[in-house]
């Protein structure tokens, strides 16, 4: 299959172009589109034949839900049959946003969507390509992150190209999302607020709005309810290890393992803070990533898939990446790198 790579503006996107990309769609065939949170790999939702696709393209388990992308309330209510009051908060305050809600399903979704489950999980995304194609298309798109399943998820077109180039028909390139962690999951349907997926919008930033908000812990025999909760996820080619400590002592503990690394012919790379950088550039790495600083979980969200894809690219056997601390953003951020490393974690 030939891909086309189309580069798009991301402010004001040229109307040939989602255009382009609506035919894809309302014909049934896949398009890679940016949204703030990561790029979506997008088919007709309504459609179970096109969402199968998907599943197929990715090598998606089919047990494990996708999102549902709208432009409109409108285009919402037609998939969701009741909206809880918890659930009309978020809407006001978070949307269009990084914020993904669980609500009951109406006939018209898919079971293929929703994993067969009684839930639809649905978001109005914030980028203006993104809300521009699918209201261009006319249509709710069903979207994971454009990416082979389990790998970093995209956060640029040129991750998008590097995983899918040959199995889809279109990608809308406008460069790197803002927010680069993927929404937050929130079960909404009654009672207590649920995380689902930390992401984008932070627990603390729910709980001013809706006051108390519960953090879903998943078992390894749990029925998935969102994307994100039981496979493993975001991983790059190389072992992967995640250290967590007082700095100095993940700085030389990181040193070793480069030491060792290259005694076994090795290639190392590093994920580590601003603050940490100049004393682990002088352990020469092979490959030194400076995510962002420790005081600013913002810069280090928007630069983490992009530090997975170049230890990727760069050939790593080996990545040293160094955690941050929870809560706010954070919590995300330990999420998606505590998945990337198969749950390999140095508490140091």
Same mark, same amino acid.
Request: proline fraction near 6%; aromatic fraction near 4%.
């Given at each position: 299959?030939?891909?086309k790579r189309s580069?798009?503006?991301?402010?004001h996107?040229?109307?040939?172009?989602?255009?382009?990309?609506?035919? %894809? *769609?309302?014909?049934?065939? *896949?398009?890679?589109f940016?949204?703030?949170?990561?790029?979506?790999l997008?088919?007709n939702? *309504?459609?179970?034949?096109?969402?199968?696709?998907?599943?197929? #393209? +990715?090598?998606r388990?089919?047990? =494990?839900?996708? /999102?549902?992308?709208?432009?409109?309330?409108a285009?919402?209510?037609?998939?969701?049959?009741? %909206?809880?009051p918890?659930?009309?908060?978020?809407?006001?305050?978070? %949307?269009?946003?990084?914020?993904?809600?669980?609500?009951p +399903?109406t006939?018209?979704?898919? &079971?293929i969507?929703?994993a067969? *489950?009684?839930?639809?999980? #649905?978001?109005?995304?914030?980028?203006?390509?993104? @809300? !521009?194609? $699918?209201?261009?298309?006319?249509?709710? $798109?069903?979207?994971p992150?454009?990416?082979?399943?389990?790998?970093?998820?995209?956060?640029?077109?040129?991750? #998008?190209?590097? &995983?899918?180039k040959?199995k $889809?028909?279109?990608?809308?390139?406008?460069?790197?999302?803002?927010?680069?962690?993927?929404s937050?999951?929130l079960?909404?349907?009654?009672? #207590?607020?649920?995380?689902?997926?930390?992401?984008?919008?932070?627990?603390? !930033?729910?709980?001013e709005?809706?006051?108390?908000v519960r953090? =879903?812990?998943?078992?390894?025999?749990q029925?998935?309810?969102?994307?994100?909760?039981?496979?493993r996820h975001?991983?790059?080619?190389?072992?992967? /290890?995640?250290?967590?400590?007082?700095?100095?002592?993940?700085?030389?503990?990181?040193?070793?393992e $480069?030491y060792?690394?290259?005694?076994? @012919?090795?290639r190392v790379?590093?994920?580590c803070?601003?603050?940490?950088a100049?004393?682990?550039h002088?352990?020469?790495?092979?490959?030194l990533?400076?995510?962002?600083?420790?005081a600013?979980a &913002?810069?280090?969200?928007?630069?983490?898939?992009?530090?997975?894809?170049?230890?990727?690219?760069?050939g790593?056997?080996?990545?040293?990446?160094?955690?941050?601390?929870?809560?706010?953003?954070?919590?995300?951020i330990?999420n998606?790198?505590? +998945?990337?490393?198969?749950?390999? /974690?140095?508490?140091?």
């Open positions: 299959m030939l891909t580069y798009i503006d991301g402010i996107p040229e109307a040939e172009l989602l255009k382009e990309g609506a035919e %894809w *769609l309302r014909s049934g065939e *896949l398009v890679a940016p949204t703030e949170t990561v790029y979506g997008g088919a939702a *309504l459609d179970a034949q096109a969402c199968e696709k998907i599943f197929r #393209v +990715k090598g388990p089919q047990d =494990n839900p996708l /999102i549902v992308h709208v432009s409109s309330r285009m919402a209510n037609s998939l969701v049959g009741s %909206w809880s918890e659930a009309e908060l978020c809407v006001e305050h978070f %949307w269009p946003g990084p914020l993904t809600l669980v609500l +399903k006939s018209i979704v898919p &079971d969507v929703t067969g *489950l009684a839930n639809v999980a #649905v978001r109005m995304p914030s980028h203006p390509v993104a @809300l !521009a194609l $699918i209201e261009e298309t006319g249509l709710p $798109i069903a979207a992150s454009a990416n082979l399943s389990g790998k970093p998820s995209p956060t640029s077109g040129r991750h #998008v190209w590097r &995983d899918l040959g $889809i028909h279109l990608i809308l390139d406008a460069g790197a999302c803002q927010v680069g962690l993927e937050t999951v079960e909404v349907t009654g009672g #207590v607020p649920t995380i689902l997926r930390p992401g984008g919008i932070s627990k603390e !930033a729910l709980e709005i809706l006051g108390e953090m =879903n812990t998943p078992t390894e025999s029925v998935p309810k969102a994307p994100g909760m039981k496979y975001y991983a790059p080619q190389g072992e992967m /290890i995640v250290m967590i400590g007082h700095q100095e002592r993940v700085i030389q503990r990181m040193g070793q $480069i060792k690394g290259h005694a076994r @012919l090795k790379g590093v994920l803070t601003l603050e940490s100049p004393f682990l002088n352990r020469l790495p092979d490959l990533f400076v995510l962002g600083s420790r600013r &913002d810069e280090v969200a928007s630069n983490l898939y992009e530090g997975l894809h170049l230890c990727d690219e760069r790593m056997d080996i990545i040293l990446a160094e955690g941050i601390e929870e809560g706010g953003l954070g919590t995300a330990m998606r790198l505590q +998945k990337a490393a198969g749950h390999r /974690i140095e508490y140091i």
